[in-house]
């Protein structure tokens, strides 16, 4: 089993008036950490987009908070696929501090949706293989 790391910095504009990462930017850093993830297994996301017959919306997330983060902080997500099913897979991320403190825990859900019709499709091979090296144990 793989598992994506993706460091980040944590940026001025990224935090509130309070200094500390604005909580709908964990989102941001997650989703950095999947556009990787589809460019690792060969479907950047950009041609997949633009050219594929597929998309992949994601229909839940939730996260979770731990500890504040402030600009400068060195983070590392971390993400493995949880869980593949036939037309949905699920990834899990952890946030982590540069001296491995966990900060935060994210999941997203996602579904395979023909572009031409708009409907639930069956998750393309290539994209069930792909994922499946990522998957975590069960």
């Not at 950095?32 to 987009?49: V, W």
């Not at 997330?61 to 400068?72: C, D, I, K, S």
């Not at 001296?99 to 069930?128: M, R, Y």
């Amino acid at each position: 089993m793989a598992t994506l790391k993706k460091r980040l910095t944590v940026r001025l504009h990224d935090t509130d008036a309070a200094g500390i990462l604005f909580y709908a930017n964990q989102f941001l850093y997650i989703h950095d950490a999947y556009e990787e993830l589809l460019q690792l297994i060969g479907l950047p996301l950009a041609s997949m987009l633009q050219d594929g017959p597929f998309s992949l919306p994601i229909v839940h997330a939730e996260a979770q908070y731990f500890r504040p983060l402030r600009v400068g902080d060195e983070v590392t997500v971390v993400l493995q696929v949880e869980s593949i099913g036939v037309t949905s897979f699920v990834l899990a991320f952890e946030l982590f501090t540069a001296d491995d403190k966990l900060v935060g825990k994210a999941k997203t859900a996602h579904v395979a949706v023909s572009k031409q019709t708009q409907n639930k499709i069956a998750l393309p091979e290539k994209l069930q293989l792909a994922l499946k090296a990522f998957q975590s144990a069960p």
